[in-house]
């Protein structure tokens, strides 16, 4: 055998403390291999993969050599590079046409989903897509397209095959070098083009038969059941809440639920599905316990647990199956089976199962808030009631330690959830924890437990009964709501880290939770480095739209914008993410840009300045570069210009453009396509741009 490789004592002693509690790591070298996938600037390509998948078979090669102390590292090693495996190989698997080009003509598919954009307008995501003119290899499996113009006389159900005429483009990359990055998300939901119509949406032909249709129609359905049986007010929510179609929620509600920090009720997520499986499996534990024949002679909890598996795996079905719902149904599922086979539902080892089941399967997820937030909260709860279990705590009168136990549960799942609710929305809700002490109780024990009495009724038409109970349970909900996101000084808002900060605070947690021994102290200290990290991050001063039809510099009054209209999603998310999430008019009022509507200068300091022109004719009169230093323009330059001249061709190359101080007076310029690389995403038939360098004399040039 080989010899054991020997560590210094300490070292030793302190990874053998570790035995009985490696489980927990295992999400989390998982999710640094996929992190790491994901930050990558180019694809590592075959070569790449090969050499990853002979390093961790070292790794594990060298486990029997390591000795029992060092033998985890190599194992986590392995799972690190297990984990860059699994983002590339979903990478690929999911890949599939993007258009190319921006499109405007028939449109032909079958509906697949109905939601509603930002804007508030219906839209159809469809498959099986014919356009005109493109080819069956070129054309996207899925494209998504909002109506401006209504759907026309027949309104659009799933499985519908549908004609309209529309506007398609390929899907965005970010609005600002390093912000959150659309193509990358439509990539893995095969969404290859995004656009609008304004013309009526014609039925083609009805829904074809298929289980999956089948559930779709149900769903809508539903949906239409629920907002027709209850108030506007109250029957949007409902259909959110129990098929996942928020469609039919008002505008003033949703605002108003965002700013209570209670728009997580919307979602189908692990609130939902907890008590939706905790409702029934409660009841028919209790119900079959009020039997005593039954609850001596047969494993009542076993049998409940296994009834409760199967009506949230009925519920994530009947939701429409999305990602979060995905995700809440697997770590429910969890701790059921731990139920079913006589282990304890709620431990460390549970969340870090259903992690592990969930990145296998999406390692996208990872990425995304969905994920960052359930796990956070759910890891946080389950932490804090193990130390509450093990105190010796006076004994409280029941009411008492239910209310207690939803105080600390707001509490704990608040804390836990907010930096990362903060990083990706740019919003604090100083009223959070109250708005969610008076709705989620309510959530609870009133509104779940009616929509699945009313569920169960609905089959001989006494559904209103318990229809009646979840819209008093609603309208309180959207009452707690209301009356604080009314309160001055409801919402607070700060800008958005750097890329560093969440992966160094999320770190630092998750030792000082895992680790067993006093070391675990020390990682605290990242909450410190993250936060200091997120205080000195640097906005940009100035912005550069991908279009050119909107400029933003930063002042000391906050950005302007060159504007007051247009480009308004990027508009809105610059100033989101400065943490100052004024209306676009107020941003272009601040008086920075001079000139006439067409021909707009700025000052950006230093004797340095930029002219943004608008339109062929504008572009034509312009003498040389206006005294600037760069020319943003909105269509395609051909002229000889003795400055940087980011014209549409150019910016479509680049991306959006940002711009930095550097520190002597002048600006260092970021493209968003030097930032996401060559990626799967990204690739669309153009080499990557050339840097973008601005000349403090005046003269600038990509090379």
């Not at 560590?7 to 070298?29: E, I």
């Not at 990478?91 to 499109?103: D, T, W």
């Not at 079959?288 to 002679?297: C, D, E, G, T």
């Not at 932490?383 to 004994?395: K, Q, T, Y």
């Amino acid at each position: 055998m080989p010899r054991a490789i020997s560590l210094p004592g300490p070292v030793s002693a302190a990874l053998l403390a570790q035995r009985g509690h490696l489980f927990g790591w295992v999400p989390v070298c998982l999710g640094l291999g996929i992190g790491g996938w994901f930050a990558l600037d180019a694809e590592p390509g075959l070569a790449g993969y090969a050499g990853l998948a002979a390093l961790a078979a070292l790794a594990l090669g060298l486990t029997r050599a390591a000795g029992d102390a060092a033998a985890p590292l190599w194992v986590g090693l392995a799972l690190v590079c297990g984990g860059f495996g699994l983002a590339g190989a979903r990478g690929h698997a999911v890949a599939a046409p993007i258009l190319e080009f921006r499109y405007y003509g028939p449109i032909e598919g079958r509906i697949v989903a109905i939601d509603r954009s930002a804007s508030d307008a219906m839209r159809l995501t469809l498959d099986r897509v014919r356009l005109d003119a493109v080819r069956p290899e070129k054309t996207p499996e899925r494209i998504r397209v909002a109506l401006h113009g209504g759907h026309g006389p027949t309104r659009p159900a799933p499985g519908q095959v549908v004609i309209l005429t529309g506007h398609l483009s390929p899907p965005g990359g970010p609005v600002e070098p390093g912000g959150f990055d659309f193509a990358r998300h439509a990539w893995f939901d095969r969404l290859g083009a995004v656009g609008y119509t304004r013309t009526p949406v014609l039925l083609l032909r009805q829904a074809e038969p298929g289980a999956a249709l089948a559930v779709h129609r149900l769903r809508d359905r539903m949906s239409a059941g629920l907002r027709a049986a209850m108030p506007e007010r109250t029957g949007g929510v409902a259909a959110a809440i129990v098929t996942g179609d928020r469609s039919g929620i008002t505008v003033e509600v949703r605002d108003a639920l965002r700013a209570s920090n209670l728009a997580h009720l919307l979602a189908i997520s692990g609130l939902h599905m907890g008590l939706l499986t905790g409702f029934i499996f409660a009841a028919l534990r209790y119900g079959m316990a009020l039997w005593p024949a039954l609850a001596l002679h047969w494993p009542v909890k076993k049998i409940a647990a296994g009834a409760a598996l199967l009506a949230g795996a009925g519920y994530l079905v009947l939701s429409g199956g999305s990602v979060a719902t995905e995700r809440a149904f697997v770590m429910v599922a969890v701790m059921l089976v731990a139920v079913m086979l006589d282990r304890r539902a709620l431990t460390l080892r549970a969340v870090a199962m259903a992690a592990v089941i969930v990145l296998v399967r999406r390692p996208e997820e990872l990425t995304g808030p969905g994920f960052q937030m359930s796990f956070a909260a759910t890891t946080a709860l389950v932490v804090a009631f193990g130390h509450i279990r093990d105190l010796d705590l006076p004994r409280l009168p029941w009411w008492g330690r239910n209310v207690g136990a939803v105080f600390l549960s707001s509490l704990v799942a608040g804390l836990a959830t907010a930096p990362f609710a903060a990083a990706h929305f740019n919003m604090i809700a100083h009223y959070g924890l109250i708005a969610n002490l008076l709705a989620v109780p309510v959530m609870g024990a009133v509104v779940m437990p009616a929509a699945v009495v009313a569920g169960c009724l609905w089959l001989v038409g006494l559904q209103g009964v318990g229809l009646w109970v979840m819209d008093l349970g609603l309208n309180w909900i959207i009452t707690v709501a209301e009356t604080v996101a009314a309160r001055p000084g409801a919402v607070g808002h700060v800008p958005t880290p750097m890329p560093a900060v969440l992966p160094v605070l999320t770190l630092g947690l998750l030792a000082a939770i895992l680790w067993q021994g006093r070391a675990r102290i020390g990682a605290l200290a990242a909450l410190p480095l993250a936060f200091g990290l997120w205080a000195a991050t640097e906005r940009p001063l100035l912005l550069v739209a991908e279009s050119g039809k909107l400029v933003g510099v930063l002042t000391e009054r906050g950005r302007a914008l060159s504007h007051p209209r247009g480009e308004g999603f990027a508009a809105r998310v610059w100033l989101e993410n400065d943490g100052a999430p004024v209306s676009q008019e107020t941003a272009a009022a601040r008086g920075v840009f001079d000139g006439a509507d067409r021909v707009l200068r700025a000052d950006l300091g230093a004797g340095a300045a930029l002219v943004q022109v608008r339109g062929t004719r504008a572009r034509d009169g312009l003498d040389g570069c206006g005294g600037a230093i760069l020319v943003v323009l909105d269509t395609e330059d051909r002229s000889d210009r003795p400055c940087l001249v980011l014209d549409e061709v150019r910016l479509r190359e680049t991306g959006a453009v940002a711009g930095y101080g550097d520190g002597a007076g002048g600006l260092r310029l970021v493209s968003a396509r030097e930032i996401t690389g060559d990626r799967l995403w990204t690739r669309r038939g153009s080499p990557a741009p050339a840097p973008l360098i601005l000349a403090r004399n005046g003269a600038g040039e990509g090379q």
